[in-house]
T-cell receptor, first 110, second 118 residues
Framework: TQLLEQSPQFLSIQEGENLTVYCNSS?????LQWYRQEPGEGPVLLVT?????EVKKLKRLTFQFGDARKDSSLHITAAQPGDTGLYLC??????????FGAGTRLFVKA | DAGITQSPRYKITETGRQVTLMCHQT?????MFWYRQDLGHGLRLIYY???????DKGEVPDGYVVSRSKTENFPLTLESATRSQTSVYFC?????????????????FGPGTRLTVL
């Protein structure tokens, strides 16, 4: 069974702190997506990483795809309460049969 | 309104009843997906569709039926609801992106349907 393992499962930090969440697999993915989900809503796409070693920035969020395309990380600089949510990584190891990690639940305290 | 909608947003039913969850998208995306989200399991793919009249099983298809007679609609039916099907159900749509490096999809999700089976 191909899995995407996310860590940590839960993170509670103070406003202004930096944090990194991880998405790991034993399988190679042609791409990985990161989504954020807020309570009572569907996930919203943040970014797709496609090339091994690729780094993408979205304001204070930095996404990296591992060189071997088996893992990815999301780094948030100077977290704000508005960053609170469930962060999900996703990928399709073959075709479009997408799998999701269980998510990292982030809580940023003001 | 443009986007992806799901109905109903909330549903309570009884064990053994048939329930249909509706999903409608206005982007004419080729791909559509149904997921269920449960604590401890994250999002799990139930069924997906690459085009009208083309559907395929996901990770947890048992007890569910889908159809896709029109590109914009992708209903999910629970033929005989069980308590284990109590969950939040999300529909999503996407197009195929990418090229030589490999195709991928960026999914747009509906707001979800919270289903309770008593």
């Amino acid at each position: 069974t191909q899995l995407l393992e996310q860590s940590p499962q839960f993170l509670s930090i103070q406003e202004g702190e930096n944090l990194t969440v991880y998405c790991n697999s034993s399988s190679v993915f042609s791409s990985l997506q990161w989504y954020r989900q807020e309570p009572g809503e569907g996930p919203v796409l943040l970014v797709t990483v496609v090339t091994g070693g690729e780094v993408k920035k979205l304001k204070r969020l930095t996404f990296q795809f591992g060189d071997a395309r088996k893992d990815s990380s999301l780094h948030i600089t100077a977290a704000q309460p508005g960053d609170t949510g469930l962060y999900l990584c996703a990928g399709a190891p073959g075709g479009f049969k997408t799998i999701f990690g269980a998510g990292t639940r982030l809580f940023v305290k003001a | 309104d443009a986007g992806i909608t799901q109905s109903p947003r909330y549903k309570i039913t009884e064990t053994g009843r048939q329930v249909t969850l509706m999903c409608h998208q206005t982007w004419s995306h080729s791909y559509m997906f149904w997921y269920r989200q449960d604590l401890g399991h994250g999002l799990r793919l139930i069924y997906y569709s690459a085009a009208a009249d083309i559907t395929d099983k996901g990770e947890v298809p048992d007890g569910y039926v889908v159809s896709r007679s029109k590109t914009e609609n992708f209903p999910l039916t629970l033929e005989s609801a069980t308590r284990s099907q109590t969950s939040v159900y999300f529909c999503a749509s996407s197009e195929s992106l990418g090229g030589l490096a490999g195709s991928y999809n960026e999914q747009f999700f509906g707001p979800g349907t919270r289903l309770t089976v008593l």
